[in-house]
């Protein structure tokens, strides 16, 4: 910890006197050295993260580098209550078990085969974090995964990482899988249909692909997990969820009308925008509003408790203070510098500086988290759209390289932070920096190759 606290001031130093010398004005300097003062605490010391926002926007308000108008319009207050709502829609969800017996039905089809138990674990992780979000689909899967290893007495590690890997993926699909996603809707304009046609199928594939890999990687685990499922009858690979009294099969009516109807109206947003002469994404909001509205009529009694509980405040306060300094980068114009000296870059071949951006927007996500890179990029984005000096695929690639190469650190994604503090909470297992990084290779480079094939041919 001491050696930490004597390293910080040297980062947003270095980055400060760097922006000096790249040309940058001392006001824009300060704005960087802030800047890359709350990257450096958020990334040393994790869970002081929001402390160290709150100090940062104090330090950007007190040298006249923001103010109350300015921050109010960058902190994307959109996503937050957009997150806000599908935070509250999931969170009553969950208190209803709807996923559990989800999961529990699916899972029964697994079979005897431990080829075709680990593909439809991942397919669920794929989907279900396309359908929520990527926290609500590992808390659930992770879930199965733990209880599917103490039931076979197998090795709890790799089921882990594939359900990660999976759940990563698989956020990209949708708008609401991951918050990067929802980022990208609403400052490209971009909505649920658009990410159907161009994130949808990369991630299929993709998911099937990170499928085989882990299949030949972890060959030791699936002979070992298939001997243990040899024999055994399809309904031990699952955990009985108690049924409700008033559901089919287990599965709470109240939940599933809920969950299809954020659902349907998520999918139907863009229409129904154009029928009522809307602005883009309004509905997208509109809807969660509308849901979360739902779920805390139906709760009564207990709305205030659900709100309390199961809202994540700590993040979306992080994420509000966190944009804002962000925009400040952009208020300062020092995104407009970055832009122009990446320029001549985009400039270059597509089948140079597609793979390339990629990579960068990437590796940054898989060692900053990849939330911060992409907020970080968007306004570098923006201004180089304005000149027209990049296309529209760019908001894909850093929706790609934010979710695949998020597989490769435990930190590149909060869905791999919150796996290991499940396995960690409940002493079932470890793993360093340096232990994720080889199957991280694994869970992240497959995939990015179809990525960056997909956006080559787009």
């Known amino acids: 910890m001491r050696a930490k606290g004597a390293a910080y001031p040297l980062i947003p130093i270095t980055f400060g006197v760097l922006a000096l010398v790249a040309g940058l004005s001392a006001s824009q300097a300060i704005a960087t050295a802030i800047f890359t003062a709350i990257i450096g605490g958020t990334l040393l010391f994790w869970k002081f993260r929001l402390a160290f926002a709150l100090v940062g926007v104090f330090v950007l308000m007190a040298t006249r580098l923001l103010d109350v108008p300015t921050f109010i319009e960058f902190a994307s207050l959109d996503v937050i209550v957009f997150l806000l709502c599908m935070m509250t829609v999931i969170g009553f969800l969950e208190e209803r078990r709807f996923f559990e017996v989800v999961v529990d039905r699916v899972l029964e089809v697994g079979g005897s085969s431990a080829d075709r138990l680990i593909l439809i674990l991942m397919l669920m992780s794929a989907l279900s974090a396309a359908l929520v979000d990527e926290v609500t689909s590992i808390l659930f899967m992770m879930s199965s995964a733990i209880t599917l290893a103490s039931r076979f007495q197998v090795p709890l590690i790799p089921l882990m990482l594939m359900t990660v890997f999976a759940t990563n993926i ?12 929802v980022l990208i809707a609403l400052n490209s304009g971009y909505g649920f249909l658009d990410f159907l046609r161009w994130a949808t199928p990369p991630a299929i594939v993709a998911t099937f692909v990170t499928y085989f890999a882990c299949r030949s990687y972890f060959r ?3 002979r070992e997990l298939d001997a243990k499922l040899r024999g055994a009858r399809a309904a031990e690979v699952r955990q009985v969820a108690t049924p409700h009294a008033n559901g089919v099969h287990g599965i709470d009516r109240t939940a599933l009308i809920v969950f299809l109807g954020v659902i349907g109206g998520l999918v139907l947003h863009t229409p129904i925008e154009e029928l009522l002469g809307l602005k883009k994404n309004t509905m997208l909001i509109g809807v969660a509003m509308v849901g979360a509205g739902a779920v805390l009529l139906i709760e009564r009694e207990k709305a205030r408790e659900l709100i309390e509980r199961r809202v994540d405040w700590w993040t979306l306060t992080f994420f509000m203070l966190f944009f804002a300094s962000v925009g400040t980068l952009r208020y300062t114009g020092v995104t407009e510098f970055i832009s122009g000296v990446l320029s001549p870059f985009f400039a270059l071949p597509e089948h140079f500086w597609i793979p390339a951006f990629y990579l960068v927007v990437g590796f940054m996500s898989a060692f900053m988290d990849n939330v911060l890179a992409v907020a ?3 306004p570098v984005v923006q201004e180089l759209l304005a000149t027209g000096t990049v296309g ?14 998020g597989n490769l650190t435990m930190i590149g994604s909060t869905a791999n932070i919150v796996a290991i503090g499940m396995i960690e909470r409940q002493r079932l297992g470890h793993m360093t920096f340096k232990e994720w990084l080889k199957p991280g290779l694994i869970g992240s480079m497959p995939a990015s190759v179809v990525a960056v094939v997909w956006s080559l041919l787009n």
């Not at 708008?175 to 990067?180: A, W």
């Not at 529209?392 to 190469?405: D, H, K, Q, R, S």
């Open 220 to 222: 030791g685990f699936m």
């Open 392 to 405: 529209p695929i760019v908001w894909w690639l850093m929706l790609f390289a934010g979710t695949y190469i």
């Open 376 to 378: 970080f990029w968007i």
């Open 170 to 181: 698989g956020s990209s699909a949708t708008v609401v899988g991951n918050p990067i996603g």
